[in-house]
């Protein structure tokens, strides 16, 4: 399995980014996946993930309410909507999945196999 983001770039505070990660490979639709970010000096954050078992969604309290996380299992694709964009949420952010983590493993990194290369988000004040 690849993933591949798109959809950074540079936006003001309050303002809106979609980001998109597009996989290969047949696991995609079996797969947990989530969103990561990381901004530079600080370590990796979990940002957003969907559980495969259940579909149901997981945020990080930082960005609840303001993100929302998707996936397209037909299309192989999977999306961070970010509305509300603060400075703090400055970071390079990443794609990630896994077909064999368990729920409680959903927010840590390290549980990962696959990522993405990373999309920077740039959010002026």
């Known amino acids: 399995v690849q993933l591949v983001e798109s959809g950074g770039g540079l936006v003001t505070a309050g303002g809106s980014l979609r980001l998109s990660c597009a996989a290969t490979?047949?696991?995609?639709?079996?797969?947990?996946v989530a969103w990561f970010r990381q901004a530079p000096g600080k370590e990796r954050e979990f940002v957003a993930g969907?559980?495969?078992?259940?579909?149901?969604?997981y945020y990080a309290e930082s960005v609840k309410g303001r993100f929302t996380i998707s996936r397209d299992n037909a299309q192989r694709m999977m999306y961070l909507q970010m509305n509300s964009l603060e400075p703090e949420d400055t970071a390079t952010y990443y794609c990630?999945?896994?077909?064999?983590?368990?729920?409680?493993?959903?927010?840590?990194?390290?549980?990962?196999?696959?990522w993405g290369q990373g999309t920077q988000v740039t959010v002026s004040s």
């Open positions: 990630a999945g896994d077909t064999r983590l368990i729920l409680s493993s959903l927010r840590i990194g390290g549980s990962y196999d696959y």
């Open positions: 490979g047949l696991a995609f639709g079996s797969m947990t």
């Open positions: 969907i559980f495969r078992n259940t579909g149901r969604t």
